[in-house]
T-cell receptor
């Protein structure tokens, strides 16, 4: 299995809702990442997990809460989002050692906050 | 990681070679050059990477200048499906701690009939 699977593909949520994005990989990668991408902009890093521990938080607002329950799964919990948080949310994974083929990205979750 | 500079956009006729340049004049000796592409509304896709030697795989070729200050991604026979934003990224090898992969603005390649 050489894929990163993200669910759901599309999500519409109200500003008072709580929802979660899910990301799964079975490539044995021990680093996982969340990126946010606004229209016509490059992806921006949000969080990095290394060996299931949060290693980088790019000053992301607390309404975004990441979780890495095991080495194959990464969640992003969403609460009290704003319309400007509408974006494509991308998950990626990678090896942690060596010069490898880089990151493998999922197809993303298209989030709309209403 | 070193900063990269790419043209904002390029056009290429289908069937022709697409040559996408990237400048990375501040690259360090232990930094690799990676290329990714992102087709509309999909996740970025790894294409190729290299340190100092030219590299080729089934998707593309990567030519790195001898001083390593610039590189060129070559798609030998571009097709309409190669229309995408291409990102050139410079970063160190993984060293036991996950680190950032930082995207620049990339080059929007339009392949036309």
């Amino acid at each position: 299995d050489t894929e990163v699977t993200q669910t759901p593909k599309h999500l519409v949520m109200g500003m008072t809702n709580k929802k979660s994005l899910k990301c799964e990989q079975h490539m044995g990668h021990r680093a996982m990442y969340w990126y946010k991408q606004k229209a016509k902009k490059p992806p921006e890093l949000m969080f990095v997990y290394s060996y299931e521990k949060l290693s980088i938080n790019e000053s992301v607002p607390s309404r975004f809460s990441p979780e890495c329950p095991n080495s194959s799964l990464l969640n992003l919990h969403l609460h009290a989002l704003q319309p400007e948080d509408s974006a494509l949310y991308l998950c990626a994974s990678s090896q942690v050692l060596g010069q490898s083929y880089g990151y493998t990205f999922g197809s993303g979750t298209r989030l709309t906050v209403v | 990681d070193a900063k990269t500079t790419q043209p904002t956009s390029m056009d290429c006729a289908e069937g022709r070679a697409a040559n996408l340049p990237c400048n990375h004049s501040t690259i360090s000796g232990n930094e690799y050059v990676y290329w990714y592409r992102q087709i509309h509304s999909q996740g970025p896709q790894y294409i190729i990477h290299g340190l100092k030697n030219n590299e080729t795989n089934e998707m593309a070729s990567l030519i790195i200048t001898e001083d390593r200050k610039s590189s060129t991604l070559i798609l030998p026979h571009a097709t309409l499906r190669d229309t995408a934003v291409y990102y050139c990224i410079v970063r160190v090898a993984f060293t036991g701690t996950a680190s950032k992969l930082t995207f620049g603005t990339g080059t929007r390649l339009q392949v036309t009939l």
